[in-house]
């Protein structure tokens, strides 16, 4: 089956109203602002290259199971699309395939939810084999259970922002062509996955240490990345920049390399095909030895955007993983609100364009890979167990007591938990042995 994601330009730009819903039961979550949520979604719109014209709220008990916002709204929806001259209406919640089929037929342009405009983005941005597939199988997966009912209105459903998506086929109206599409995507991905693994092996075997970029997306990271590294990557003021995930060496202070990885920016009701479908990228953050969660501090949103990323690394199982807050754009805060910035763990509030807080950020991550310091008891005649202690640490004291050498060794906890560990239970069983023999047992 041929992969259409692309292969579709629009004719004309996309002239957009923007609708939302206010319903009581949104009203009542802590992290739901409508006013900030439509704003995003403006947003969205722009990035996904749409000429916004206006906006419309509806307040309402409930959603309409047919016309979404009731049938009074639409009317008024219609008038305001037909005033506004608009061929397409953009929704900040999702659509059930019967709302898009009502609403399409009676306003007679063409109807995209907030889901399939997020979707509609990352296809845009997909640049590698691996993000192409895992768009495409997103974008299938939703259109999927939608099908039903839509007839010569499929197109306009599978096509996107300016008819690009997985529609616009005689294919993609048979259930059956899509099923065997969305398998041969899933096997296509199990093979790249194959190779990823093997990636991450080959590191894990290196003991390169790993450090993941997360957060909201447009917080910062990608710039971050590139002025940490000066990584060649694609840095820009708008939502999903970048999408594939990037890899580049970093040099901390003292002489190490490390491996610093830029994710996916995280997104208010990132959809869950697309954090399944992404879930294999998405897993760096489970491999990496520390996480830096990058917070755009500027943002009025900063609160809700902060717990939309601790839910997601919850679900990818990487919540308890170390991790540094970095507070980024301090310099576009007034600085009494600058210094009110708490997290929970360590934090630092830095501007990505200020050397003096890059080095911070390098120092910060010397000093969580670095580690605390551990002392170790060990019989000076041992050499092979105190090579073990230079070997896995930096050793910052060394003095003899008796026919003992004692150790304070810098160590990682990586490489603790490798190793250091063994070391440290010999170290007990020595100093036991010493308690039997009536030595002392100072020991750590």
């Not at 061929?87 to 999702?94: G, H, K, P, R, V």
């Not at 306003?107 to 192409?132: M, N, P, W, Y």
């Not at 070997?391 to 990682?412: F, K, P, Q, W, Y």
Request: charged share 30%; net charge neutral; aromatic share 4%.
């Amino acid at each position: 089956m041929k992969n259409h994601l692309h292969d579709i330009q629009p004719d004309a730009r996309d002239r957009a109203v923007l609708v939302s819903l206010v319903t009581p039961q949104l009203k009542r979550q802590d992290d739901y602002d409508p006013e900030q949520s439509l704003a995003e979604l403006v947003r969205l719109a722009e990035t996904a290259g749409v000429e916004v014209l206006d906006t419309l709220t509806q307040h309402k008990e409930y959603q309409d199971y047919r016309w979404f916002i009731g049938k009074g709204k639409a009317e008024e929806l219609k008038r305001l699309i037909e005033a506004r001259e608009a061929n397409t209406a953009i929704f900040d919640q999702e659509l059930s395939g019967a709302q898009v089929r009502n609403l399409e037929q009676f306003l007679d342009v063409k109807i995209i939810d907030r889901t399939q405009l997020i979707l509609d983005i990352f296809a845009q941005r997909a640049k590698t084999r691996e993000g192409i597939i895992q768009v495409e199988l997103a974008q299938l997966s939703y259109l999927l259970p939608r099908l039903s009912g839509h007839g010569k209105n499929l197109s306009r459903l599978g096509g996107g922002i300016g008819t690009r998506g997985p529609g616009e086929s005689k294919l993609e109206t048979d259930r059956r062509h899509i099923r065997g599409r969305i398998s041969e995507l899933k096997r296509q991905l199990q093979e790249v996955l194959r190779h990823r693994t093997l990636h991450r092996e080959r590191r894990k075997k290196s003991g390169v240490y790993q450090v993941a970029l997360v957060g909201y997306t447009n917080a910062g990271k990608s710039t971050l990345l590139r002025q940490l590294t000066s990584a060649d990557v694609y840095v820009e003021n708008q939502l999903f920049a970048t999408l594939d995930p990037t890899s580049r060496s970093l040099r901390l202070p003292g002489g190490q390399d490390i491996l610093l990885t830029d994710t996916v920016g995280f997104i208010q009701n990132l959809p869950h095909d697309l954090v399944a479908a992404f879930r294999a990228t998405l897993e760096e953050v489970c491999e990496a030895d520390l996480i830096l969660h990058v917070v755009d501090c500027s943002s009025p949103m900063m609160n809700v955007q902060m717990k939309v990323v601790d839910s997601v690394l919850k679900e990818l199982g990487a919540h308890g993983k170390e991790r540094i807050t970095l507070f980024n754009k301090a310099d576009a805060v007034p600085a009494g609100r600058v210094e009110m910035l708490t997290a929970e763990g360590p934090s630092l509030r830095i501007s990505a364009y200020n050397d003096e807080d890059l080095l911070r950020v390098k120092q910060a991550i010397e000093e969580r890979m670095t580690g605390g310091n551990r002392s170790f008891r060990i019989p000076a005649d041992r050499g092979d167990m105190i090579s073990v202690a230079y070997r896995i640490g930096e050793v910052v004291d060394s003095a003899v007591e008796g026919s003992d050498m004692l150790l304070t060794v810098r160590i990682n906890n990586k490489e603790y938990e490798k190793i250091g560990h063994m070391l440290a239970a010999y170290a007990m069983s020595h100093a036991a042995e010493g308690m039997h023999r009536g030595e002392s047992s100072d020991h750590v």
